[in-house]
């Protein structure tokens, strides 16, 4: 089957729900959330001719003496709402997103729209859309090419529904419309594996891009065993925050590395992300060196049951330099393939040639297919 074919018989059970920016024409235009996203998705409409009239943020004090204009909800009291729209310009989740719109509701606000419910073709949004995935994967340039892998992968999900949920995530990046995405699965839950029909064994669990611990914390709040911790996280600032929560839940053993993971022992430069709670991405001349490490240097000897992986945009390189790991001793693996639309099929081809006994299955937990995790499960286990 050609990929077209494939598209074509699926295309019947994806429904957008995507509003056109150009009905906010009579509207004044609010935008909340006046971080980098907001600044740009500002940027983005005013340059499509679609005014803003301003911009709200609970940080509106500090952002004003950064030179950002902008107003706190409470600032906006006397502000006339009748005619107006408001646009969530920041990454809410599934459990914070209803609250947010009834406290705009109740402030006077009587449409809000987020992020993933915009037509990103009624305005020119490509670059916009570059500044929240951070890969640089060029769908017009390289998606032909690439149809056969998509196929490839396609084979290897587990079930239809994820065969769907694959589609549906190539489906909304080529059209831009992601709309058409299922609501993602809580955020607390990333990870934890909980509806996939698998046993997970976490007792010997590598945590790389482990931030402030804030996985470690989630999955024992999910129940999850775990008797070794490894963290590997180059944010020098983060280290102790995952030490106290390491500490704090008992861990029998806890090893915190001040380091990244890559293919190899090398030494990478990165620049500070400018949004979300990551604060590296990987650049050619960016002005910070991290030290990166290889799982298997690292694992010489031991076998962790289950490695995770969200390491913005490394991922490919950090499962090279894990593939003896992977060969001989097939762990559970819960790797992101957001970062980077390739990552979809790329990932899960890697991981069957380093071993063919995998069973894979996807689940997304944010908006526009941000935070998804392709889960690795070997057979037998």
């Not at 009239?53 to 006397?78: F, N, P, S, W, Y």
């Not at 470690?216 to 999850?224: D, E, H, I, N, P």
């Not at 001040?258 to 430069?269: A, D, H, L």
Request: include cysteine; aromatic fraction near 12%; charge should be negative.
């Amino acid at each position: 089957m050609r990929f077209a074919d494939l598209r074509r018989a699926m295309s019947a059970r994806w429904h957008s729900r995507a509003v056109d920016v150009s009905s906010f024409a009579h509207r004044d235009i609010f935008l909340y959330g006046a971080g980098n996203l907001g600044k740009k998705l500002k940027a983005s409409l005013e340059e499509a001719g679609i005014s803003v009239k301003g911009l709200i943020d609970r940080r509106a004090a500090a952002l004003r003496e950064q030179g950002v204009d902008a107003l706190t909800l409470e600032e906006m009291a006397a502000v006339p709402k009748e005619e107006s729209v408001v646009i969530l310009s920041a990454l809410f989740s599934l459990e914070d997103e209803p609250a947010l719109r009834e406290v705009l509701q109740t402030a006077g606000f009587p449409l809000v729209v987020a992020l993933h419910e915009l037509d990103w073709r009624s305005f020119d949004s490509a670059s916009f859309c570059r500044n929240i995935f951070i890969g640089d994967y060029d769908i017009e340039r390289d998606f032909a090419g690439d149809e056969e892998a998509v196929l490839a992968a396609y084979a290897l999900w587990q079930t239809e529904a994820e065969r769907f949920f694959y589609m549906t995530q190539i489906e909304a990046y080529l059209r831009r419309d992601f709309s058409i995405f299922p609501d993602p699965l809580p955020l607390r839950l990333q990870y934890a594996a909980h509806d996939v029909p698998e046993k997970a064994d976490m007792r010997f669990f590598v945590d790389c891009g482990a931030f402030d611990g804030d996985t470690l914390r989630a999955l024992s709040a999910a129940g999850r065993e775990m008797h070794d911790y490894f963290a590997f996280e180059p944010q020098q600032e983060l280290v102790t925050r995952i030490h106290a929560a390491a500490e704090e839940l008992a861990i029998p053993r806890a090893v915190i590395v001040p380091c990244g993971v890559s293919s190899t022992t090398q030494q990478i430069r990165f620049g500070a992300a400018e949004e979300g709670k990551s604060a590296v991405k990987r650049e050619a001349a960016g002005a910070h060196v991290i030290q990166c490490v290889s799982l298997d240097t690292m694992f010489a000897g031991e076998a962790p049951t289950f490695i995770k992986m969200d390491i913005e945009g490394m991922e490919i390189e950090a499962l090279h330099g894990a593939e003896r790991l992977i060969r001989e001793h097939h762990p559970q693996l819960a790797i992101c393939i957001y970062h980077d639309m390739s990552h979809i099929w790329r990932i899960p081809l890697l991981l069957r040639e380093f071993y063919s006994g995998y069973r894979f299955y996807v689940r997304n937990y944010q908006y526009m297919g941000l935070e998804t995790v392709v889960y690795a499960f070997a057979d037998g286990e």
